[in-house]
């Protein structure tokens, strides 16, 4: 099965609506509205499966200080659809270092890319450890000196 004709779908599962949600090497379609929306693996910062509500949710990285986008996907089990998407958003992380900033607490820095395409660009958000908050003065600099370390550490 391709998606458009362009990329073979690894793995799928019908939700409890009736619809499909399905991965590929290089992305997750997920339902926005009655289309699916492609989002690439270095875009999905986490999912967790919660089997009391029966419900996947997928969580999309953002730019710093917005909420996550978050994703809930009624399934009665994800199978090996939420397998893909474990495997798929752990190869996207090519790099991922907490840098103490305020005793043992700080910023954890992560360094994605498509796990498809060795050449895409690599893509860099920090977040801060809870109780760390962003108007603290100075902080948001601290984490920004952080983050240019670490990519300037790796060269990508």
């Given at each position: 099965m391709a998606a458009g004709g362009r990329?073979?779908?690894?793995a799928s599962v019908q939700l409890a609506d009736g619809s499909w949600v399905a991965g590929s090497r290089a992305a997750v379609?997920?339902?926005?509205?009655?289309?699916?929306?492609?989002?690439g693996w270095e875009a999905i910062e986490r999912a967790a499966w919660d089997s009391e509500a029966s419900v996947l949710r997928v969580y999309e990285t953002t730019a710093f200080g917005t909420p996550l986008r978050s994703t809930e996907l009624a399934v009665?089990?994800?199978?090996?659809?939420?397998?893909l998407l474990r495997e798929r958003v752990d190869a996207s992380?090519?790099?991922q270092r907490h840098v103490p900033l305020v005793g043992k607490k700080g910023v954890r820095i992560?360094?994605?890319r498509n796990p498809a395409d060795r050449d895409a660009p690599v893509t860099w958000n920090f977040v801060l450890d809870k109780g760390l908050?962003?108007?603290r003065p100075g902080l948001i600099e601290q984490a920004?000196?952080?983050l240019k370390?670490?990519?300037?550490?790796?060269?990508?």
């Open positions: 990329e073979d779908i690894l379609y997920l339902p926005e509205g009655d289309k699916l929306r492609r989002v009665d089990d994800p199978g090996r659809f939420g397998q992380v090519l790099v992560v360094g994605r908050e962003p108007d920004e000196m952080a370390a670490v990519r300037d550490e790796f060269g990508i």
